[in-house]
């Protein structure tokens, strides 16, 4: 299981507007010792929103949702999330009930429309305007409004995940290698990976006068320990230089 983001609109894919909340999401879930597994951008056609829904809602993760389920035309998250788990809209009635208190007959004809939800959705309350988002499954869709949204997100880990927590690796440490490129390196993290399975593993190259390769090695502290002293000394047989800093510019 891992933890996924959806963020939905043209305006962000063209440029008109800046996504704020893949990095809100990120601090949220960092405070209860979480990090995100996969992040995917889209546009309000309705055919790719469905296909990923689709692919998504197979699976077991846990998953944020913003924005599209609105009552305008370019709002679809509703109707695709619909289609994609094969269940029809219907009018929620709670949703109903939260949208009529708030706006009594002015909810009609257009408001009402943000309570036709798929079958079977659970609603997310909104302390802004009183029109919820929805769940399904371990899915949850939310407003694009950042103000709607992210006191949105806190309720759902709160009251879905209270004992979620602590699940990203609590161990990091990072080598700075020099004199050396990344296809020199290649056998030995593969080397690392299969005698420490239960580790992450990345390569980051800087290219320049003073390039060098950043490795890191995250997990549980003992094989992050164990396999970093594997990769420093296996570092220094094939001839290159490890520093516990990166290199400093000239």
Known sequence: M?????????????????????NYLQTSLAKRGLELGWTMMLGDDFSPLQRFLEFSLASDDIVFSFGGIGATPDDRTRQAT?????????????????????YGEA????????????????????????????SINQHHFMP??????WPMIEWVLDTHYPDLKNTAPKAELTIYVTQGREADLLDLMHAVLNDYSNIRLSSLPRHGKNG????????APQPVNAAMEYLKSNIVELGFIWQSQPPIKN
């Open 144 to 149: 694009g409004f950042p103000e709607m949204a």
């Open 212 to 219: 060098y390769i950043e490795l890191s090695i995250r997990g």
């Open 2 to 22: 891992q933890i996924g983001a959806i963020i939905i609109g043209d305006e962000l894919l063209s440029g008109k507007r800046q996504d704020s909340h893949f």
């Open 107 to 134: 909810a009609y004809p257009n408001r009402i429309l943000m309570a036709d939800l798929p079958v079977d959705s659970r609603l997310i309350p909104n302390t802004i305007n009183n029109v919820p988002g929805f």
């Open 82 to 102: 619909a289609a994609a788990i094969n269940k029809p809209l219907h009018r929620h009635p709670e949703a109903v009930a939260e949208i009529e208190a708030q």
